[in-house]
């Protein structure tokens, strides 16, 4: 159980293009679901939290306006790097968590991740 | 500072030695403590959970938490190459009005055969 999905696993694209990715809680529902950026041997970095039905709550030095999250429904999470350039290429994760009460309500499954190469 | 320390590794060992992994952390507000494995270019993957001060096991895997000293400790087992990756810990803190996790920077293993 708890599976998460994201589509695609790879993408490249030409710069100036918008890219969107998307994350799926293929078994769970998720009432909250996180996206991670991640550069070569460096930890995850936390970009945004969303909620189900709710605007995403960006960190500090995450542009909003660049990197669009739209959480749709329980079980469905999109992110969208709007005109992208070369320095958005990194490894971008997801991860959901379903909420609830314990300690397995309060984990996080993550995503294989999507490598976007901005060319 | 940062809120959670982990030392990058590479750690590497032979076929069959017990590992041990650490990560201390400065925030006594932190409750759950996880362990998460990543093997190169993939998602992390969940390994082992836990809340309290203790010992849990789970097969070959055993997590400690003592957070008197603010101190987690991940401890494999007949290690394999197979279990070479980096291992990352990660603190569930209440922040900015939600909950999030805090990961340490992630070691590396390499278990050679």
């Known amino acids: 159980g708890a599976v998460v999905s994201q589509h695609p696993s790879r993408v490249i694209c030409k710069s100036g293009t918008s890219v969107k990715i998307e994350c799926r809680s293929l078994?769970?529902?998720?009432?909250?679901m996180f996206w991670y950026r991640q550069f070569p041997k460096q930890s995850l970095m936390l970009m945004a939290t969303?909620?189900?039905?709710?605007?995403?709550?960006?960190e500090q030095g995450v542009e909003k306006d660049k990197f669009l999250i739209n959480h749709a429904s329980l079980t469905l999470s999109t992110l969208t790097v709007t005109s992208a350039h070369p320095e958005d290429s990194s490894f971008y994760i997801c991860s959901a968590r379903a909420g609830g009460a314990g300690a397995l309500g309060e984990t996080q499954y993550f995503g294989p991740g999507t490598r976007l190469l901005v060319l | 500072q940062k809120e959670v320390e982990q030392d990058p590794g590479p750690l590497s060992v032979p076929e069959g030695a017990i590992v041990s992994l650490n990560c201390t952390y400065s925030n006594s507000a932190f409750q759950y403590f996880m362990w998460y494995r990543q093997y190169s270019r993939k998602g992390p993957e969940l390994l082992m959970y836990?809340?309290?001060?203790g010992n849990k096991e789970d097969g070959r895997f055993t997590a400690q938490v003592d957070k008197s000293s603010k101190y987690i400790s991940l401890f494999i087992r007949d290690s394999q190459p197979s279990d070479s990756a980096t291992y990352l810990c990660?603190?569930?803190?209440?922040?900015?009005?939600?909950?999030?996790?805090?990961f340490g920077s992630g070691t590396r293993l390499l278990v050679r055969p």
């Open positions: 836990t809340y309290s001060s």
């Open positions: 078994d769970f529902q998720a009432t909250t």
């Open positions: 990660a603190m569930r803190a209440w922040m900015d009005s939600s909950y999030k996790l805090i």
């Open positions: 969303s909620n189900e039905g709710s605007k995403a709550t960006y």
